[in-house]
Nanobody
């Protein structure tokens, strides 16, 4: 079994910063892309940022220049540094990872999600 555990959410004023972390654990063989999604009340979940195992990154237009995604492969951890936060960034943020892990007799590849962490930006 593998799991993703997020931390770092909270309440911040507009213009402030937060750093989210997401650590993968378990019988991990490899981690491919890792990313952050968010879901605001009444809205669909959207991809915010992603990073490949080689370090290539993707950002949604709404966060370009404000958010930075990074990863520490030795720690199986992905980060999201969020600066210049706006009230519209308020959402539950979810970590996602494409991972391979050891099953009982073979490698299993799957798409895994963290439990989510609330980010609230006050105006």
């Amino acid at each position: 079994q593998v799991q993703l555990v997020e931390s770092g959410g909270g309440l911040v004023q507009a213009g402030g910063s937060l750093r989210l972390s997401c650590a993968a654990s378990g019988s991990i063989f490899s981690i491919n892309a890792m990313g952050w999604y968010r879901q605001a009340p009444g809205k669909q979940r959207e991809l915010v940022a992603a990073i490949t195992s080689g370090g290539s990154t993707y950002y949604a237009d709404s966060v370009k220049g404000r958010f930075t995604v990074s990863r520490d492969n030795a720690k199986n951890t992905v980060y999201l540094q969020m600066n210049s936060l706006k009230p519209e960034d308020t959402a539950v943020y979810y970590c996602n990872a494409d991972m391979e892990h050891m099953g009982s007799s073979r490698l299993i590849r799957g798409d895994y999600w963290g439990q989510g962490t609330q980010v609230t930006v006050s105006s």
